[in-house]
């Protein structure tokens, strides 16, 4: 039985997903609360999954659209990722999701988070309090998700690998139409490493 957040559904709120990147500006629409652009990983990011994740560390940055570019590649070294070519790609990975996400939210400013993995972080399911939040899994188990409408019995959906998505969050409707989670790998040795974008906070409020 899956416990929901204590909140007022949406009625006519509907999730989309095809295989074309133009699908996540859906979800400036107000009845899109969740627009996921289906895809594979691209082969230049195929070195991913053999790191080791013991070597590298978590990014959790804010910058700028202007700022973008230098503030990645200065985080990517910092947090023990390769050099030369793969980090280049891994870079363009990055920047590609950030400015796409801007220009949907028209946003200049942006939070970026590049995490590893291993535990059952955010295992309950919810909507996250922000306006919207991008999100992709680059390595292992996507993440999952419902709507707030569905019975005990209706199957929870999942993101692949590499699927990329916006959801919108509490700060952009009061009435929650689609949750979700991250995978629950605690027990398997599964790692996974995941990009999340938010907006920027303003300064002085909270993140």
């Known amino acids: 039985m899956i416990a929901w957040p204590h909140a007022r559904r949406a009625p006519s709120a509907i999730a989309v997903e095809r295989g074309d990147p133009s699908v996540l500006e859906a979800v400036a629409r107000p009845e899109v609360h969740l627009a996921i652009w289906n895809r594979r990983l691209p082969i230049a990011l195929a070195w991913l999954p ?42 363009g990975e990055i920047v590609g999701h950030a400015r796409r996400f801007g220009a949907i939210q028209k946003i200049d400013a ?16 919810h909507a996250d309090h922000v306006i919207a939040r991008l999100l992709t899994t680059l390595v292992g188990s996507g993440t999952q998700w419902v709507h707030v409408e569905a019975g005990p019995d209706t199957p929870i959906r999942q993101m692949r690998t590499a699927d990329v998505a916006i959801f919108k969050g509490r700060l952009a409707t009061d009435a929650l139409a689609i949750l979700h989670r991250s995978p629950p790998i605690g027990d398997t040795g599964e790692t996974r490493l995941l990009l999340a974008i938010d907006p920027a906070p303003a300064p002085g409020l909270p993140a």
């Open 110 to 125: 942006l939070a970026i988070r590049l995490e590893v993995i291993e535990t059952d972080a955010c295992r309950k399911f």
């Open 50 to 91: 053999q790191l080791d994740w013991r070597k590298i560390d978590d990014l959790d940055f804010a910058t700028t659209l202007a700022m973008l570019e230098a503030d990645v590649a200065e985080g990517l070294a910092e947090a023990g990722y390769p050099a030369g070519a793969r980090a280049d790609a891994l870079a």
